[in-house]
């Protein structure tokens, strides 16, 4: 028997849904990434074997593997009182600033940041072992937490729960972004979609995106937005062009954007105003991907970019998009900042709240970098200009 | 830059020597992502630097200062970020990861690892 066969068979009954495959010698050609996970959990898919390499594109959970004991890149706190804690916390402790431990901080986030850009996330989770001690991670764009140290061969019952209870977890709590699913278009659309955005490449995935404020009018659908291998707090924004689908009812007329769309009713009314909207017939338009900023003051809200639009609008700024469309992904709210208030923190957080955005338009500019004449890049410097100056002093 | 032009299959003239120029400091500068503390991409599209897994890491670490939040009871995080399951763990045998060494190399430990059998035969169906 073969060792990828032994290792196939033997964890049968461990993870009903999941299987750990040995990726340390294999790394994410597939993805044009050097990078490699020592471990990598894929989905069992029924009568396929899984990659026998890294593939942040698919993997569930990686786990990381430190010969060297805990206390590298985490350090739990020692002290007993509140006061050993506060002078801990002081310190800076649980992340010891040291170059060892930075650059084991730094790799963890190298894997993190590469599965969020290569899927559709919110969060993720990983296992970090450091010797004997084993770690749990869960990522998302405010925070990173990560439990205390625990033996796992003392106590295997810990990263066991944690296994079979991941392995049942659905994908929205897994952390996957459910809002985006792959494209399943008829050849035909698809072919047309490809033509559209000037993908050859058929062996590039599309997929169809959710927009926040059109549910129901139709689907954006293109390809996985381009890969940022960085670090994953903060805004992450990702853009790229799209082509829209509307629902069949939108194109046959039966259905009106004003009866469609909640959020903006006085936006449209009337049949021969539904062609002149972006959406209400196929075509390229421009998606923005981003995490936007919430305030963590109680009371204070930060208005979402569609509706800094509407205000601009109405004060006739020229040269910005005419419809924009926008708005929050469900369950796309970051989670860890509320921990800063935990009795367990040992740090000092400097972490902010962030809401997954979706924003569309329907304009589909092209870099700046692509003029053709020197009157071409004047004048679109002069129109942003225009726009920038009647938006702040009118 | 996903950004393209709708009339992007025209023929584009060849840029001028100043032009390249500026399309080199576009991509090194690009504004497709936002955020406002990103400093240490490793796209290499956007940037003529090649950094070093070593650099990469060491600026990411920096960036992530402050944001690794612990030392959480591993209970409180099962609790919180990872609900149970109807199905409760079977029992599990004893030292299940006993076969994963603990000297030598970290390499020699993967292949046990992923072999464990967390459940125990008896408990499975």
């Given at each position: 028997?073969t060792?990828?066969?032994?290792k196939?068979?033997?964890i049968?009954g461990?993870?009903?849904?999941?299987?750990a495959?040995?990726t340390n010698?294999?790394?994410?050609?597939?993805?044009?990434l050097?990078l490699?996970t020592?471990?990598?959990?894929?989905?069992?898919?029924?009568?396929?074997?899984?990659?026998?390499?890294?593939?942040?594109?698919?993997?569930e959970?990686?786990?990381e593997?430190?010969?060297?004991?805990d206390?590298?890149?985490?350090q739990d706190?020692?002290g007993?009182?509140?006061?050993?804690?506060?002078?801990?916390?002081?310190n800076?402790s649980?992340?010891?600033?040291?170059?060892e431990?930075?650059q084991g901080?730094?790799?963890?986030?190298?894997?993190?940041?590469?599965?969020?850009?290569?899927?559709f996330?919110?969060?993720?989770f990983?296992?970090?072992?450091?010797g004997?001690?084993?770690?749990?991670?869960?990522?998302d764009?405010?925070?990173t937490?990560?439990?205390a140290a625990f033996?796992?061969?003392t106590h295997?019952r810990?990263?066991a729960?944690f296994?079979w209870r991941?392995?049942?977890?659905?994908?929205?709590?897994r952390?996957?972004d459910?809002s985006?699913?792959p494209?399943?278009?008829?050849?035909?659309?698809d072919?047309r979609?490809?033509?559209q955005?000037?993908i050859?490449?058929?062996?590039?995935p599309?997929?169809?995106?959710g927009?926040p404020?059109?549910?129901g009018?139709?689907?954006?659908?293109?390809p996985?937005?381009?890969?940022?291998?960085?670090?994953?707090v903060?805004?992450?924004?990702r853009?790229?062009?799209?082509v829209?689908i509307?629902?069949?009812?939108?194109i046959?007329?039966t259905r009106?954007?004003h009866e469609?769309c909640?959020r903006?009713?006085?936006?449209?009314?009337g049949?021969?105003?539904v062609k002149?909207?972006?959406?209400s017939?196929e075509r390229t338009?421009?998606?923005?991907d981003?995490?936007r900023f919430?305030?963590?003051s109680p009371g204070?809200?930060?208005m979402p970019e569609?509706?800094i639009?509407e205000?601009?609008?109405h004060?006739?700024?020229?040269?910005?998009p005419?419809?924009?469309?926008?708005?929050d992904?469900d369950?796309?709210?970051?989670?860890t900042?509320?921990?800063v208030d935990a009795?367990?923190l040992?740090?000092?957080?400097?972490?902010?709240p962030?809401?997954?955005?979706r924003?569309?338009?329907g304009?589909?500019?092209?870099p700046?970098f692509?003029?053709?004449?020197t009157?071409?890049l004047v004048t679109?410097v002069?129109?942003?200009?225009?726009?920038?100056?009647?938006?702040?002093y009118? | 830059?996903?950004c393209?032009?709708q009339?992007e299959t025209t023929?584009?003239?060849e840029?001028?020597?100043?032009a390249?120029?500026?399309?080199?400091t576009?991509?090194?500068?690009s504004?497709?992502?936002?955020?406002t503390k990103k400093?240490?991409?490793l796209?290499?599209?956007?940037?003529s630097?090649v950094?070093?897994?070593?650099?990469?890491?060491?600026?990411l670490g920096k960036e992530?200062n402050?944001r690794?939040?612990?030392?959480?009871?591993?209970?409180?995080?099962l609790?919180q970020y990872?609900?149970?399951t109807?199905e409760p763990l079977?029992?599990?045998?004893?030292?299940?990861?006993?076969s994963v060494p603990?000297?030598?190399v970290e390499?020699?430990r993967?292949d046990p690892?992923?072999?464990?059998r967390?459940i125990?035969e008896?408990?499975v169906?």
């Amino acid at each position: 028997m073969t060792t990828s066969v032994l290792k196939i068979a033997a964890i049968e009954g461990w993870m009903p849904h999941l299987q750990a495959v040995n990726t340390n010698s294999k790394g994410d050609t597939l993805n044009n990434l050097k990078l490699k996970t020592d471990i990598s959990i894929y989905n069992r898919v029924e009568g396929v074997a899984p990659p026998d390499r890294t593939d942040f594109s698919r993997m569930e959970l990686w786990v990381e593997f430190k010969a060297k004991n805990d206390g590298l890149s985490f350090q739990d706190p020692r002290g007993g009182t509140e006061k050993e804690r506060l002078l801990e916390i002081e310190n800076g402790s649980f992340t010891p600033d040291t170059a060892e431990g930075n650059q084991g901080r730094g790799q963890l986030a190298h894997y993190a940041g590469a599965q969020h850009s290569l899927q559709f996330r919110h969060f993720s989770f990983s296992i970090v072992i450091q010797g004997d001690n084993a770690r749990f991670l869960r990522w998302d764009p405010s925070a990173t937490v990560v439990t205390a140290a625990f033996n796992y061969r003392t106590h295997p019952r810990m990263m066991a729960e944690f296994l079979w209870r991941f392995d049942h977890l659905s994908a929205r709590e897994r952390g996957h972004d459910v809002s985006i699913q792959p494209a399943n278009l008829a050849p035909e659309v698809d072919a047309r979609v490809r033509e559209q955005l000037g993908i050859e490449d058929k062996n590039i995935p599309l997929y169809k995106y959710g927009v926040p404020g059109l549910i129901g009018m139709g689907h954006a659908y293109g390809p996985r937005p381009p890969t940022q291998n960085r670090s994953l707090v903060s805004r992450c924004t990702r853009n790229l062009s799209v082509v829209w689908i509307p629902a069949e009812d939108v194109i046959s007329g039966t259905r009106t954007f004003h009866e469609t769309c909640e959020r903006d009713p006085d936006q449209q009314t009337g049949q021969e105003e539904v062609k002149k909207v972006p959406w209400s017939e196929e075509r390229t338009i421009y998606m923005k991907d981003t995490w936007r900023f919430l305030s963590d003051s109680p009371g204070v809200e930060v208005m979402p970019e569609h509706k800094i639009y509407e205000i601009l609008h109405h004060h006739g700024t020229p040269n910005i998009p005419e419809h924009v469309v926008g708005g929050d992904v469900d369950c796309g709210r970051t989670q860890t900042q509320e921990l800063v208030d935990a009795p367990w923190l040992c740090v000092r957080p400097r972490i902010s709240p962030y809401q997954h955005y979706r924003l569309v338009h329907g304009i589909v500019g092209r870099p700046l970098f692509k003029f053709t004449c020197t009157k071409q890049l004047v004048t679109a410097v002069f129109h942003a200009l225009q726009g920038v100056f009647v938006s702040r002093y009118t | 830059m996903a950004c393209t032009h709708q009339d992007e299959t025209t023929a584009q003239p060849e840029l001028t020597p100043a032009a390249n120029a500026l399309h080199v400091t576009q991509r090194e500068t690009s504004s497709e992502s936002t955020p406002t503390k990103k400093k240490c991409g490793l796209d290499l599209a956007y940037t003529s630097a090649v950094k070093t897994f070593e650099e990469v890491r060491h600026h990411l670490g920096k960036e992530m200062n402050g944001r690794w939040l612990g030392a959480m009871p591993v209970n409180a995080f099962l609790d919180q970020y990872v609900p149970a399951t109807d199905e409760p763990l079977p029992e599990l045998p004893e030292n299940p990861f006993e076969s994963v060494p603990r000297d030598g190399v970290e390499s020699t430990r993967y292949d046990p690892f992923v072999s464990t059998r967390l459940i125990s035969e008896t408990s499975v169906l």
